[in-house]
C-alpha cells in the first residue's frame, strides 16, 4: 500500500534519532553503533586494550538454541545480535566463530565450568544472535568496570579478534582504562552500543562486527546504505498470525522484502517490484506450519540489502 506522504516529509518524520533504538525484537530500528548513526562509515571492530582478560577458558560448547544463559540464570535478560562484515563492508562473512563469555549478574565468573561461555556461528547471511544476561559490575583496582561482554571472533581461514563490548550510560565507562579510549586502535567508542528494553522487559542490543575475511557479496553496511531505503517498523512485535511491515523507499529501484530464518534460509519474499520514492507497507501472513523463533527482514534494492530488522515469531 502506497502513501502520499513526500520523500522530505518521510525523512523528516523518520529522522535519523530513530537508528539509535535497538530493534529486536520490539518495534524496530536496526542499531548497529553510535559510528554507524551517525555517519556514512564503515570502521574496523577494534581490539579491547584489556585484550582476553584473566578470565578465558578455552575449548567452551557450543550455545543451545540461542540462549547463553539458561532460564534459570539470575539477572536482566540480554539479547545480543548483529551481522559479520568483511573489511569494506561489500560481504557478510558466515561461518564466523565467535566465543563469548561475560560475569554474571553479581560480577563473577565462572572459572570451573562453562556457565555463561559458549560458541556460536554467524549464519550463511552473516547474522548471529544470543540471548544471556547482563553482566554484572566487579572491582578493578579502586572502581568497578563497566558491565561487558567478552568476544573472541574468528572468521574462517582468518586471525582472531578479541574485544569487548559495552553499553551505553554505564556511568563506570568514563572512568575504566579501556572503555574510554577513543582513539587509535583500542578505540571503544564504535563497541558502545544501546540497549532498548522489548515488551518482555528484555535488554536489546545490535551490534555488527567488521573484520577481516572473505564473504559472500549479499549486503552494503547495514547503515550505510540508507540513503536508498529502510525498513523502519514492524508491529506487532513479537508477532503470532501476521506483523505489518512499514518501509521506505528513497530512490526508484527493484525492491524486494525478503525474511531470512536464523540459519540464513529464506524463507518469504514479499513485494518485489519497481517503486518510486515513497512510504509503503506490507504485510507479512507466514504459513500456519513456520516455527516460532526469531527471523531477520530486509528490504533489497536492486540486488543489494540496504537496511534490515529482527522480530519474533511465538
Avoid at 559510528?35 to 562509515?41: A, L, P, Q, V
Avoid at 540480554?78 to 566465543?99: F, H, K, R, W
Avoid at 564473504?215 to 514492524?234: D, E, F, Q, R, W
Amino acid at each position: 500500500m502506497k502513501y502520499k506522504n513526500s520523500r522530505r516529509k518521510f525523512l523528516r518524520n523518520t529522522s535519523l534519532s530513530l537508528l539509535s533504538i535497538a530493534a529486536f525484537p520490539s518495534v524496530v530500528n536496526s542499531a548497529t553503533s553510535k559510528k554507524n548513526d551517525t555517519k556514512d562509515s564503515c570502521d574496523e571492530t577494534t581490539l579491547d586494550a584489556y585484550g582476553q582478560g584473566p578470565f578465558y577458558t578455552a575449548n567452551a560448547p557450543l550455545i543451545q538454541n540461542n540462549q547463553l544463559a539458561n532460564i534459570n540464570e539470575s539477572g536482566e535478560r540480554i539479547i545480543i545480535s548483529g551481522q559479520v562484515y568483511n573489511l569494506d563492508c561489500s560481504e557478510a562473512i558466515p561461518n564466523t566463530e565467535i566465543d563469548v563469555w561475560h560475569a554474571n549478574n553479581l560480577g563473577e565468573y565462572d572459572n570451573f565450568g562453562y556457565n555463561l561461555r559458549g560458541k556460536t556461528m554467524s549464519n550463511s547471511q552473516g547474522y548471529y544472535i544470543f540471548e544471556s544476561i547482563k553482566p554484572g559490575l566487579y572491582l578493578n583496582g579502586s572502581t568497578y568496570r563497566p558491565s561487558h561482554i567478552h568476544f573472541k571472533i574468528t572468521p574462517p581461514g582468518f586471525n582472531t579478534l578479541i574485544t569487548q563490548l559495552y553499553f551505553e550510560n554505564d556511568p563506570y565507562i568514563p572512568t575504566d582504562a579501556a572503555a574510554s579510549i577513543t582513539s587509535g586502535q583500542y578505540d571503544a567508542t564504535n563497541r558502545i552500543i544501546p540497549l532498548t528494553q522489548n515488551t518482555s522487559g528484555d535488554l536489546e542490543g545490535t551490534w555488527d562486527i567488521i573484520i577481516n575475511g572473505d564473504g559472500i557479496p549479499i549486503v552494503g553496511m547495514n547503515n550505510l546504505h540508507l540513503s536508498k531505503g529502510m525498513i523502519y517498523n514492524a508491529y506487532p512485535n513479537p508477532f503470532v498470525d501476521e506483523i505489518e511491515i512499514n518501509y521506505g523507499v528513497f530512490q526508484k529501484g527493484n525492491v524486494k522484502i525478503s525474511v531470512h530464518d536464523i540459519n540464513g534460509q529464506m524463507v518469504a519474499t514479499l513485494n518485489q517490484k519497481m517503486l518510486e520514492p515513497e512510504k509503503y507497507q506490507i504485510v507479512w501472513r507466514p504459513h500456519i506450519d513456520l516455527p516460532k523463533g526469531h527471523y531477520f527482514i530486509s528490504i533489497v534494492m536492486n540486488d543489494m540489502q540496504v537496511h534490515y530488522i529482527k522480530v519474533l515469531k511465538q
